[in-house]
């Protein structure tokens, strides 16, 4: 048998470059989290450019005045949003952890109420299972209790640690500052240290990544921020009128982060909390919660249209498989990374997908 060394050779090198590519995207994944700062900077660059370049053709200003009035105006918009929400959050976490105890007892006495019209006795089990069965939803409520604790103690931990928030926070800041103003020498400069065939290569992968990702993103934490005000605006506005919702920061928070991740929505969270609120007679409670729920997802629907520009082409089932992975890696942040990372490696391997991976490294 004749083996054609040449066709080896080549599948051998197709290999190799995937190897190597897929390395470079796990290096550049993890120098980017040690890098955190400078990647929330470039993210923030990347959503205050609109602006930017909007007030130099109103105003007729020059880059560097205008990005300095749009940075100076982000910076006391964020400012006054971290000491707010630091400060509130630090209270509403501090209180729900000294009353975790109460509202779990609450919310078992409410779930019994709920259930009292059905009886386990009337499926004739054996009492064993009947028993597992009651034991097992006691210990639910205990280790929910425990995980409630644990984080809520760690969440008030990482606020209190207000030196090291604020070292984070003024790197970031500087970061972007610089990135605003500075960001046509800052590829120049990258230009004039790389070889031009290179520079021509990574233009083009980084402006198609810089397009795909940067208005993904973009548009993703815009529509999130437009949810996170209606919520929190609403929870607040349903405080007011003196129903029982003591940590408006801290939910609207939590379903804010359910809403980023792809395919979960704020009905993950807002939908049982009606239903339950309903179960447990206060239907006028369960009845606004559905109200604001429907706000915020005709707001999403309204605006998503305008916001993503294009659809980035994955199907919802890899979509969720990237989830799955990054929660397994990283955790529960990797549900939100993990997607990112999908649709970087997408754009990079736009052609070896289009051809079929396996088509495209053994074909001659």
Known sequence: MIVDLGYVSKVIKRIIFL?????IIYLV?????FYMPFLIAFILALILESPI??????FNLKRRTSSIIIFLISIAIITSLLIWGITTLVS???????GVNTYIDKAYSSLEKITNNFEITRLHLPTQVENIIQNSGNEFFDNITIWIKNALAKFIEILTQIPTIAIYVTITLIALYFICVDKVYMVDEIEHHLPVSWVRKL???LREIINSLGNYLKAQVLLILISFIICVIGLYILKIVGMNIKYPLLIALGIAFIDALP???SGAVMIPWAIFSALNGNIIMGISILVLWGIMSIAKQFLEPKLVSKNIGIHPIFTLIAMYT???FIGVWG??????????IKNIFSTLIDKGVVKAILER
Request: proline share 2%.
């Open 19 to 23: 190897a190597i590519s897929i390395l």
């Open 263 to 265: 395919i979960l929505g």
């Open 92 to 98: 509403e976490a501090s209180n729900l952890m000294q």
């Open 203 to 205: 233009g083009t992968h």
């Open 53 to 58: 370049k909007y007030c130099m053709k109103k």
């Open 335 to 344: 549900m939100v990374i993990g997607p990112i990372i999908l649709i970087i």
């Open 29 to 33: 994944f993890k120098l980017s989290i």
């Open 326 to 328: 990054g929660f397994k």
